[in-house]
């Protein structure tokens, strides 16, 4: 087994502790575990949730409560609800989360989503 593998678990979200990230407006609470290139999270946005930056990292984000904004900084506005899915690599969509209610989000990233040129 290397370094990079990960043995069958299971993950009991109930005794990972909570992170606050303040927001523009409101406040982000993370639940992570950190493996080797792997990043999976559990993110609840308080109502009124407004992130204070444009994230260009990739992510796999699927909604599993509640309902978010994902805005492009483009403009481009996507509304994802309770069972939807965004994916996006590394570096190519700068996006930020709004949310004008509570919402629960499982989010998924790592080096599987860098940027590649080939």
Same mark, same amino acid.
């Given at each position: 087994?290397?370094?990079?593998?990960?043995?069958?678990?299971?993950?009991?979200?109930?005794?990972v502790?909570?992170?606050?990230?303040?927001?523009?407006?409101g406040?982000?609470?993370?639940?992570?575990?950190? /493996?080797?290139?792997?990043?999976?999270?559990?993110?609840?946005? $308080?109502?009124?949730? %407004? =992130?204070?930056?444009?994230? #260009? &990292?990739?992510?796999?984000?699927?909604?599993?409560?509640?309902?978010?904004?994902?805005?492009?900084?483009?403009?481009k506005? /996507?509304?994802?609800?309770?069972?939807?899915?965004?994916?996006? $690599?590394?570096?190519? %969509? =700068?996006?930020?989360?709004? #949310? &004008?209610?509570?919402?629960?989000?499982?989010?998924?990233?790592?080096?599987?989503?860098?940027?590649?040129?080939?």
């Amino acid at each position: 087994m290397n370094h990079q593998n990960i043995p069958f678990q299971t993950i009991d979200w109930a005794a990972v502790p909570k992170e606050e990230h303040m927001g523009e407006t409101g406040s982000a609470f993370w639940q992570t575990l950190q /493996f080797q290139g792997l990043r999976i999270r559990i993110v609840e946005y $308080s109502k009124g949730y %407004s =992130a204070d930056h444009w994230c #260009s &990292k990739g992510h796999i984000v699927h909604c599993l409560e509640g309902e978010f904004i994902s805005e492009l900084q483009d403009g481009k506005k /996507f509304s994802l609800t309770k069972g939807m899915t965004y994916v996006v $690599s590394d570096e190519l %969509s =700068a996006h930020r989360s709004i #949310s &004008k209610t509570r919402v629960k989000l499982m989010i998924i990233d790592g080096d599987f989503l860098k940027l590649r040129t080939e």
